[in-house]
């Protein structure tokens, strides 16, 4: 076989792997969509006993939440293989993002009788322009596995303004059981898990992916010298890093330069607003569609499903005939917002959005989300492409869901209220974060 057959052969098996793993992804991460957000629902019920949530329910969901760790540290190993790890920088609001895992953390920390606190400098900015979601990643991955080895104590999350350069440092703090000098070596490197006993009967699950994408992670968003470790066993942990503080204007070109595809919005693609408080939701799961509507009845939002592509092009096109009553407005558009699944039978959620864009008028125009399990780079260009404004990747969380309603359906008034019931404590000019009424 000559070398350019050999080559070609190679490339056409890299694919196959890559629609198989694109294939496998989306079959586990699609029931998780569901089981997740529908555990999370039952435990915040008063009415369910806190004796069956500690019993059954919490573990059921930290066993579902283990499995999706698990998934997404496998996608990102393959992205890590073939060097297409990507990021999305954008301005974001950092305190919001802080207050999110913070939030996460806390039932779990207090759950399991650790003290959870966080520490933010006030010279600390607001607005970053990074990466929000992978750097959420690296922090959570900090925050578990602190979580993971601490049985007393307490686990700090702080994040200050260096004094040296104009860069922030993100800290995770723990009183656990900490790392032999030995040990250290292997942290970083792939599957990379500490063999000892210790280890191994507080994280049996553990597969040592997680902070060799964390550490890849954390170069891609400009930190030079990736994830530090200061570990003393029997004492605890301490693992951080550091990353410029970008703006816009300054970090645009060096962006570009650094990742060739850069999620784009389109703004020109959304149509005049109308006083309808409909979402069509396209997908072919049953049990997805469930999930989804609960969440849009909770943000008082009425829901017309339709379980594949060509069955929501129909509602598209004469929605009186589907029993829709138009709202007072002249321009009516009948929907919100279309939230369509990617993979369905008929018509798929990318040709959905192509014909959609071609429909004459306003109604062409109307904000269209795209969901799916995978997210690869490939796939969501192929959507904005197609027309698409947003992407969403399974499983969806309530808070996500409305970050990208608020984006497009201005008639939800949602602004974040992360920190309403949390009372910020200022000592010597650093933000000691508490609940009130404690």
Do not use: W
């Not at 006993?49 to 059954?56: C, G, H, I, Q, V």
């Not at 798929?348 to 799916?372: A, T």
């Not at 492409?385 to 969806?396: E, H, I, R, S």
């Amino acid at each position: 076989m000559s070398q350019t057959r050999q080559i070609a052969r190679l490339k056409t098996l890299d694919q196959y792997k890559d629609q198989l793993l694109a294939s496998v992804t989306h079959e586990l991460r699609t029931p998780l969509n569901c089981i997740i957000p529908m555990i999370n629902d039952v435990i915040i019920d008063p009415a369910i006993p806190e004796a069956t949530k500690d019993l059954s329910l919490k573990p059921a969901l930290n066993s579902a939440q283990l499995l999706m760790n698990l998934i997404n540290d496998i996608l990102d190993y393959s992205r890590h293989k073939r060097n297409k790890l990507t990021l999305n920088f954008e301005e974001f609001d950092l305190y919001d993002k802080i207050m999110e895992i913070y939030r996460l953390f806390e039932i779990q920390c207090k759950h399991k009788g650790v003290q959870f606190l966080l520490d933010l400098s006030s010279t600390v900015p607001r607005m970053i322009y990074s990466d929000k979601n992978r750097l959420g990643q690296v922090i959570i991955n900090f925050l578990s596995n602190a979580l993971k080895f601490t049985s007393r104590g307490s686990i700090t999350l702080s994040v200050e303004k260096s004094s040296v350069e104009d860069s922030l440092i993100f800290k995770v703090s723990d009183t656990g059981l900490g790392i032999k000098r030995e040990h250290l070596i292997n942290l970083f490197t792939e599957f990379g898990k500490i063999d000892a006993a210790e280890h191994n009967s507080l994280n049996p699950h553990g597969v040592g992916l997680g902070l060799m994408i964390s550490n890849q992670l954390v170069a891609l968003l400009g930190g030079k010298t990736g994830i530090k470790v200061n570990s003393t066993y029997g004492e605890g942990s301490e693992f951080l890093f550091e990353i410029p503080i970008r703006t816009r204007q300054s970090e645009m070109h060096q962006i570009i330069i650094e990742i060739p595809f850069k999620l784009q919005r389109h703004p020109n693609l959304i149509a005049q607003p109308c006083q309808c408080q409909r979402i069509l939701t396209v997908d072919d799961n049953d049990y997805n569609q469930m999930v989804i509507e609960r969440m849009l009845k909770k943000l008082q939002f009425e829901v017309v499903k339709a379980f594949n592509g060509a069955d929501a092009l129909k509602i598209m096109k004469d929605p009186y005939k589907a029993g829709l009553q138009p709202c007072k407005m002249a321009t009516c558009l009948y929907f919100k917002l279309i939230l369509t699944d990617l993979q369905m039978p008929v018509l798929d959620g990318l040709q959905l959005i192509r014909e959609v864009r071609r429909l004459p008028g306003e109604i062409g125009k109307v904000p269209m989300i795209l969901v799916s399990a995978t997210g690869e780079e490939a796939q969501v260009k192929e959507g904005f492409d197609a027309g698409m404004n947003d992407f969403l990747c399974k499983p969806m969380t309530e808070p996500l869901l409305k970050e990208r309603l608020n984006t497009y359906c201005t008639c939800l008034l949602y602004t974040s209220d992360a920190a309403d019931d949390l009372l910020c404590v200022d000592l010597g000019g650093r933000r000691i974060i508490k609940k009130k009424n404690t």
